[in-house]
Each structure stands twice: as structure tokens, then as C-alpha cells.
T-cell receptor
């Protein structure tokens, strides 16, 4: 099993450009999450999904869109990148266990720089 | 909203010593989880403790949970240089669909 994979690993954008980050998991998890982590900081939740075809806003959703067309994939889009979106982006997935959330499995991250 | 708050923010110890990190939270939870993050890497799950459990062990890790004080502690015994990392607590609030992570404790273990 590959676990959680993220594509690409690194990317440099110019202000105003768009891009899509891809997250894939092969554990048949219902829940998927996108976080951003700025230097020396904790994680901030951008968007999440509790199942195929569903998405919900997290703590910092502005400037991002997501889609979950297939259970194993969760896409994060930046329509018009801004320097404030320079960060490391992590995807995670988990399942629900007996009425509570199970452990989250994280991808290796995507380092995005917006110039 | 910030749920888990770790204390201290940074901790530096010598190899072989024990390291204790604390996490406080504000609302009722289903479980509390601890994660480790090595520099530049994704988080790795360490241990999950349910709200009806008081203590849990995994190798050199010991986690306690006090729901009356809304706090948890992570103890790493006989620390090694390889334990150098940031440690995060995360809470599963009752009725929520997402974990809420704290800001983390940065642990440095000096050889």
C-alpha cells in the first residue's frame, strides 16, 4: 500500500497563476483533509470531505476550492495564487471508528512558493 | 478554533532523560491523539486515547488523559536523539468530523 500520496512535491507559481494539488489514498478511507502549515506553525484546516461527492470548509478556506469526485482522490485548487498562499500543504485521510474519528494518515506534503 | 494547546512550546533535554509534554483542551471529546512531525515531513500518528481511558502505553510512550481537567500528557521515556521532532495533540470533539490540532511542542534531544 502506498498510503497517502501527494502530487506535486514542489511547485513555484507566479501571483495570479492557478494550480491543482492532487491527493490520493489507497486505504478506502471515507474522510480526507487538506491542511496548510506555515514555518514554525501548527496545521490549519483548509477544506475536508466526509465522503465521495461531499466537501466542507475548514478554518482557512478562502482562496481555495476542492473536489472529491472519487473516494480515493481529493483535489485542492488555487484559482489565483497569492504570496500569502506560500506554504506547505498536507493531505490526510482517516476512517470513522465506533462513532469517533480514527487516526489520520498524512501525505509527504507539497511545498508551494508563490512569487 | 484552537482546541488543543501544547505546553511547553519548546523543550530541550539530554539523551536518556524523560520528556513530558502537556495538552489542554476546552470542550468534550471522543478521543485525543498525539502525532509526531520530523522536520519537513508529514505528521505520523503515535497514539490515540479514548475519553473513557485514563492511561495508555506504546513502547517508550505513555499518554494520560484527565477529562475532568481537560488535559493530557505525553511522556517519552529514555529519550533518543531520533526523538527530536515536533509533537502535536489533536482532539476529536464530540459530534465533529474533523480533528483540531494544537500548535505543537518542539522537542530537541541532545546526544
Amino acid at each position: 500500500n502506498a498510503g497517502v500520496t501527494q502530487t506535486p512535491k514542489f511547485r513555484v507559481l507566479k501571483t495570479g497563476q492557478s494550480m491543482t494539488l492532487l491527493c490520493a489514498q489507497d486505504m478506502n478511507h471515507e474522510y480526507m483533509y487538506w491542511y496548510r502549515q506555515d514555518p514554525g506553525m501548527g496545521l490549519r484546516l483548509i477544506h475536508y470531505s466526509v465522503g465521495e461527492g461531499t466537501t466542507a470548509k475548514g478554518e482557512v478556506p478562502d482562496g481555495y476550492n476542492v473536489s472529491r469526485l472519487k473516494k480515493q482522490n481529493f483535489l485542492l485548487g488555487l484559482e489565483s495564487a497569492a504570496p500569502s498562499q506560500t506554504s506547505v500543504y498536507f493531505c490526510a485521510s482517516s476512517r470513522r471508528l465506533a462513532g469517533s474519528l480514527g487516526e489520520q494518515f498524512f501525505g509527504p506534503g507539497t511545498r508551494l512558493t508563490v512569487l | 478554533s484552537q482546541q488543543g494547546e501544547e505546553d511547553p512550546q519548546a523543550l530541550s533535554i539530554q539523551e536518556g532523560e524523560n520528556a513530558t509534554m502537556n495538552c489542554s483542551y476546552k470542550t468534550s471529546i471522543n478521543n485525543l491523539q498525539w502525532y509526531r512531525q520530523n522536520s519537513g515531513r508529514g505528521l505520523v500518528h503515535l497514539i490515540l486515547i479514548r475519553s473513557n481511558e485514563r492511561e495508555k502505553h506504546s513502547g517508550r510512550l505513555r499518554v494520560t488523559l484527565d477529562t475532568s481537567k481537560k488535559s493530557s500528557s505525553l511522556l517519552i521515556t529514555a529519550s533518543r536523539a531520533a526523538d527530536t521532532a515536533s509533537y502535536f495533540c489533536a482532539t476529536d470533539e464530540s459530534g465533529s468530523e474533523k480533528l483540531v490540532f494544537g500548535k505543537g511542542t518542539k522537542l530537541t534531544v541532545n546526544p
